[in-house]
T-cell receptor
Framework: LAKTTQPISMDSYEGQEVNITCSHNNIATNDYITWYQQFPSQGPRFIIQ???TKVTNEVASLFIPADRKSSTLSLPRVSLSDTAVYYC??????????FGSGTRLSIRP | ETGVTQSPTHLIKTRGQQVTLRCSSQSGHNTVSWYQQALGQGPQFIFQ???????GRGNFPPRFSGLQFPNYSSELNVNALELDDSALYLC?????????????FGPGTRLTVL
């Protein structure tokens, strides 16, 4: 499974757009890119998943360039409740998920 | 809410004891994975069960074992508990029919070993 690299921490302010970029240089053809959000002492929560180009749901957008070696999670107009750890993962059918250390996002008033 | 439930919520054990944690998967999901998450770290894969058979294992000793039942619920058993086993244990369910293997996590069981 491809290893992912993402910033250890990020800070932003309420109402801003936050973009978290993840690199996954060794991504394989069958791999999907998935992002999870985790609050303290809770299980990770699925945010968004994509294979290529752009995916948008009610929570976030995911941008994936043509070479798929990186991806960017975009959170529009963040609020204090978006303070959490965000994990970028590369997953493949019927295989285990490998979590890295994630990005600790702090939102300030 | 993901529909994945875990019990108990919290548990305190002493070193050397044995513990059983339980997980009910989301309706329609036939695969259950277990993770250990130490404080301040990302979840670490323990093993996965698919249709009652172990389907992959992480770097955990044999004293970590599991079961999956015909209704796809699952148990994680840990024998001879050590202090380092103190962690949040997470269960996630998924469907093998999903090519992206999207996993949905339960709230976790907080295990403290004294």
């Amino acid at each position: 499974l491809a290893k992912t690299t993402q910033p250890i921490s990020m800070d932003s302010y309420e109402g801003q757009e936050v973009n978290i970029t993840c690199s996954h240089n060794n991504i394989a053809t069958n791999d999907y890119i998935t992002w999870y959000q985790q609050f303290p002492s809770q299980g990770p929560r699925f945010i968004i998943q994509g294979y290529k180009t752009k995916v948008t749901n009610e929570v976030a957008s995911l941008f994936i360039p043509a070479d798929r070696k990186s991806s960017t999670l975009s959170l529009p107009r963040v609020s204090l409740s978006d303070t959490a750890v965000y994990y970028c993962l590369v997953v493949r059918s019927a295989s285990k998920i490998i979590f890295g250390s994630g990005t600790r996002l702090s939102i300030r008033p | 809410e993901t529909g994945v439930t875990q019990s108990p919520t919290h548990l305190i054990k002493t070193r050397g004891q044995q513990v059983t944690l339980r997980c009910s998967s989301q309706s329609g999901h036939n695969t259950v994975s277990w993770y250990q998450q130490a404080l301040g770290q990302g979840p670490q894969f323990i093993f996965q069960y698919y249709r009652e058979e172990e389907n992959g294992r992480g770097n955990f000793p044999p004293r970590f074992s599991g079961l999956q039942f015909p209704n796809y619920s699952s148990e994680l058993n840990v024998n001879a508990l050590e202090l380092d086993d103190s962690a949040l244990y997470l269960c996630a369910s998924s469907s093998n029919r999903d090519p992206a293997d999207t996993q949905y996590f339960g709230p976790g069981t907080r295990l403290t070993v004294l």
